[in-house]
């Protein structure tokens, strides 16, 4: 697809809107605006169109009415209503899976974003910052495999000692004891990959996890003051340029968080099963609302309420 400038180039004969084979650089800025690509599927507004020429790169976005094209007329605040017909008939696959499978699932999880949510920030995008998307529905979304390594972050964190490598109910022994050890909790949800060669795959699957209802895309902006710094170059001085870089993240969202478990491949009697199957969803939901997942959790980002 060729690129697209400002100066769009005029097509006489009438758009088509349902036709696809019509070359994007031909259209008019009128014509393109009223196209309405991103009504749906939002990869088109984030990783398909970028107005560019020799000086700057401008998101499109949803454009307020204005003839001009210029940053500061793009919403930074918008929404998107997801056809949620989608979203039901993925969840319906995951179940109709899980049953075929033996598999115990899990839905009850349901969380809204406390502050803002990035996953993906670093992915490679035109707008230089990038926000994970659904490559078929074009919906931001949670992957299966960024809740589960937040959840492993997170039980390393309150469970394991990373300088002794032991877990602390091995390292406390004046610990109540528990219904399943630490070492073999982990195993059963992550798998074993401390140590040893003989790695095994855990017990819990983690799914992708969408909105539940309107997406709320809000622009941010991070501002490195030191970059000759970074590069190492010079000192952190304050004759430095700032450089401020805007992404997008999610807010006042809803999501559900969808798991399953393998119980017949752990062979647990009844009361431990209960109990791993417990302590799973709290681990979850402590991780969510404390620790947070997607990027710059340190700093706020990525928490459920």
Do not use: W
């Not at 406390?114 to 931001?140: C, R």
């Not at 964190?157 to 032991?166: D, P, Q």
């Amino acid at each position: 697809m060729k690129r697209m400038n400002k100066k769009f180039k005029r097509d006489n004969k009438k758009i088509d809107k349902n036709n696809n084979n019509k070359l994007l650089s031909k259209l008019s800025f009128d014509d393109f605006k009223n196209l309405n690509l991103g009504k749906d599927n939002l990869t088109y507004f984030l990783k398909k169109f970028v107005i560019e020429d020799e000086k700057s790169r401008i998101f499109i976005g949803k454009l307020k009415n204005d003839t001009k094209i210029r940053s500061n007329k793009v919403e930074e605040l918008f929404m998107i209503k997801q056809k949620t017909e989608y979203i039901e008939n993925y969840k319906e696959s995951i179940k109709n899976y899980c049953e075929e499978l033996s598999l115990e699932f899990f839905d009850k999880i349901e969380k809204k974003t406390s502050y803002k949510l990035v996953v993906g920030l670093g992915n490679p995008s035109v707008t230089e910052t990038a926000i994970t998307l659904h490559h078929t529905y074009g919906i931001p979304y949670i992957p299966g495999q960024a809740l589960k390594g937040s959840a492993r972050s997170y039980f390393l964190e309150l469970y394991y000692n990373i300088k002794t490598k032991k877990f602390i109910d091995e390292e406390n022994y004046n610990l109540d004891k528990l219904e399943i050890t630490y070492r073999n909790m982990y195993k059963y949800i992550f798998g074993d990959d401390i140590h040893g060669e003989d790695n095994e795959k855990g017990s819990v699957i983690f799914f992708d996890d969408f909105p539940l209802n309107e997406v709320i895309i809000e622009k941010d902006v991070t501002t490195p003051h030191y970059g000759k710094y970074y590069k190492n170059v010079g000192s952190p001085v304050d004759e430095f340029y700032p450089n401020p870089i805007s992404f997008y993240t999610i807010k006042n969202t809803y999501f559900n968080f969808m798991i399953a478990i393998n119980k017949n491949k752990m062979n647990l009697d009844y009361n431990k099963y209960d109990y791993l199957k417990n302590f799973v969803l709290n681990l979850i939901e402590s991780m969510l609302e404390e620790h947070g997942l997607g990027s710059k959790t340190s700093v706020g980002y990525g928490r459920f309420v």
